[in-house]
């Protein structure tokens, strides 16, 4: 797995896809450049990605997974149309 490096000659932005403030997880510097598709593990971000969870800009809701001590990943929930369409009907209009 390739691993951030303080001297190296790559610089990353590393973020995600909407103009929220905190999608710019942070900057980081590689000794070789990042391959389309490659992934990437971004420590302690869970908190992130849980508390930011909102139809903003009509963005999917992002799957949450974790990855167990033995290298398995699992997916801990996905979300849907129908999720979306039951945060729309939380009030209604009579």
């Not at 000659?9 to 929220?20: D, K, R, T």
């Not at 139809?55 to 129908?82: A, D």
């Amino acid at each position: 797995m390739l691993e951030a490096s303080d001297k190296g000659q790559h610089e990353y932005v590393i973020g995600s896809c909407s103009c929220l403030a905190g999608d710019q997880f942070c900057v980081a510097k590689f000794d070789e450049p990042l391959q389309v598709g490659q992934k990437l593990h971004i420590l302690d971000s869970a908190g992130y990605t849980m508390v930011k969870l909102n139809w903003f800009n009509g963005l999917k809701m992002p799957s949450v997974y974790c990855e167990r001590k033995n290298g398995q990943i699992q997916k801990i929930n996905q979300f849907g149309y129908e999720d979306f369409k039951r945060t729309l009907s939380l009030w209604s209009i009579e």
